[in-house]
């Protein structure tokens, strides 16, 4: 008996909701959470104490010439650049210290990339 998709969905919020209340994202600290889609990723930095982003990239509005032009750029270096480029907006919002948030997914693929860019654009986890 396969899985349908409501199935994995329900799983990954489940295992989010778990996640989630381990973890809280303040303003000295706040939360650096992913969500990925199958196309695309997209990362935030989120102040919990507020309610607000106060950071936010993703693949479709990263600047860096080297998403856009090239098609053959896979979607791990993708990730990458998404995470030095949030770690550059929340350097310059005076964010060095963030906790992660990997939104119920395994700390692997995409989302290792993306944390890994993001540590080696400066964020401290």
């Not at 303040?26 to 939360?31: I, K, Q, T």
């Not at 919990?48 to 270096?77: C, M």
């Not at 919002?93 to 080696?120: M, W």
Request: overall charge positive.
């Amino acid at each position: 008996m396969a899985s349908s998709s409501k199935d994995h969905l329900k799983r990954r919020i489940l295992r989010h909701m778990r996640v989630r209340n381990n973890i809280y994202g303040e303003l000295l600290r706040p939360r650096l959470t992913v969500f990925r889609s199958n196309k695309h990723i997209y990362a935030q930095i989120v102040d919990d104490t507020k309610g607000q982003t106060i950071v936010s990239q993703s693949d479709l509005k990263s600047s860096g010439s080297k998403l856009k032009n090239s098609s053959k750029i896979t979607k791990l270096e993708i990730a990458h650049e998404v995470g030095l480029n949030i770690a550059k907006a929340a350097i310059t919002k005076k964010i060095k210290k963030v906790v992660f948030d990997r939104g119920g997914y395994k700390y692997h693929g995409r989302v290792k990339s993306l944390a890994e860019g993001a540590k080696k654009g400066g964020l401290i986890f």
